[in-house]
């Protein structure tokens, strides 16, 4: 049984910092692209990142470019999201996913399974 445990959200103060870890298993963690997904009230879920099998390969949303960074151990079976300058749209739950290598996962496509979310709330 495949699960993917987030942790790492909470409260944070618009500027700050927050560093998220999925934690996978029931799967063989290093053939699966992985992802970063969040849904804020009312609106409709949306791709923030994405990393390769291998971890070389990354892509970001354009509204966290340059802020977010997502990185894998795969020792670890072990997903991460840096995030940094936070604002205060960037509250949502965020969910981590594994895609399989054939998908189109870098277009934020083909996740098969899905974590259970970790709220992130960044205050003004």
């Known amino acids: 049984q495949v699960q993917l445990v987030e942790s790492g959200g909470g409260l944070v103060q618009a500027g700050g910092s927050l560093r998220l870890s999925c934690a996978a298993s029931g799967l063989t963690f290093s053939s699966y692209a992985m992802g970063w997904f969040r849904q804020a009230p009312g609106k409709e879920r949306e791709f923030v990142a994405a990393?390769?099998?291998?971890?070389?390969?990354?892509y970001y949303a354009n509204s966290v470019k340059g802020r977010f960074t997502i990185s894998r151990d795969n020792a670890k079976n072990t997903v991460y999201l840096q995030m940094n300058s936070l604002k205060p749209e960037d509250t949502a739950v965020y969910y981590c996913a594994a895609a399989t290598r054939d998908s189109s996962w870098y277009r934020g496509l083909g996740y098969l399974h899905w974590g259970q979310g970790t709220q992130v709330t960044v205050s003004s």
């Open positions: 990393i390769g099998w291998n971890g070389i390969i990354t």
